[in-house]
């Protein structure tokens, strides 16, 4: 499975665009990167899911370059409520009976939204 | 739809107590996680079933934890004998088997005294 790192936090400003790059140099050829949410005394909640390129959502973007060893969770116009903690995972979401497919968290992006 | 649904939200025990935590997935999602989330960390992943069968429990500390799930519904994780390094975030979450994301419950916070 492919190991993902992160930093460790990011402080942004309300309004202000946030970008988190998650680094995946080993992503196999059938593995999707996904991201999660966590706020504090909640378990983390899906925001988005790619393979390749760009995928947008109500929530965010994801931005994946052509060789698919990093990506960029983009989060638009942030507000004080996105201050949470945010995982980058990598795995192949149709292989869920691999026993090697731990869908492991790392350590997650703090990201402190001031006002 | 309902969420998954976890309980107890809270449990405080005494070390050497047995501990068990309950979850309900989502009505229909074949896939069932067990995660224990330390202070500060990602979740790590202690089991994962398919229906009734535990298609991965690798992380799964065997000489304490048991885990089971009947009718391929709800889940129960169970500690016995409880160890203060035991103390963490117990999460539950569930997913269409073959399809991601992942849907969390809010967990289970044990406090081992």
């Known amino acids: 499975l492919a190991k993902t790192t992160q930093p460790i936090s990011m402080d942004s400003y309300e309004g202000q665009e946030v970008n988190i790059t998650c680094s995946h140099n080993?992503?196999?050829?059938?593995?999707?990167i996904t991201w999660y949410q966590q706020f504090p005394s909640q378990g983390p909640r899906f925001i988005i899911q790619?393979?390749?390129t760009k995928v947008t959502n109500e929530v965010a973007s994801l931005f994946i370059p052509a060789d698919r060893k990093s990506s960029t969770l983009s989060l638009p116009r942030v507000s004080l409520s996105d201050t949470a903690v945010y995982y980058c995972?990598?795995?192949?979401?149709?292989?869920?009976?691999?026993?090697?497919?731990?869908?492991?968290f790392g350590g997650g992006t703090r990201v402190l939204v001031k006002p | 739809e309902a969420g998954v649904v976890q309980s107890p939200r809270y449990k405080i025990i005494e070390k050497k107590q047995p501990v068990a935590f309950w979850c309900n997935p989502i009505?229909?999602?074949?896939?069932l996680y067990w995660y224990r989330q330390n202070l500060g960390q990602g979740p790590e992943l202690l089991i994962r079933y398919e229906n009734e069968e535990a298609v991965d429990d690798s992380q799964l500390p065997k000489d304490r934890f048991s885990a089971e799930r009947l009718k391929g519904v709800d889940s129960t994780l169970k500690i016995q004998p409880a160890e203060l390094g035991d103390s963490a975030v117990y999460l539950c979450?569930?997913?269409?088997?073959?399809?991601?994301?992942?849907?969390f419950g809010n967990g289970t916070r044990l406090t081992v005294t």
């Open positions: 995972l990598v795995g192949d979401p149709l292989v869920l009976k691999a026993a090697g497919n731990k869908l492991t």
């Open positions: 009505s229909g999602h074949n896939t």
């Open positions: 979450a569930s997913s269409l088997i073959r399809e991601s994301p992942l849907h």
């Open positions: 080993n992503i196999a050829t059938n593995d999707y």
């Open positions: 790619g393979y390749k």
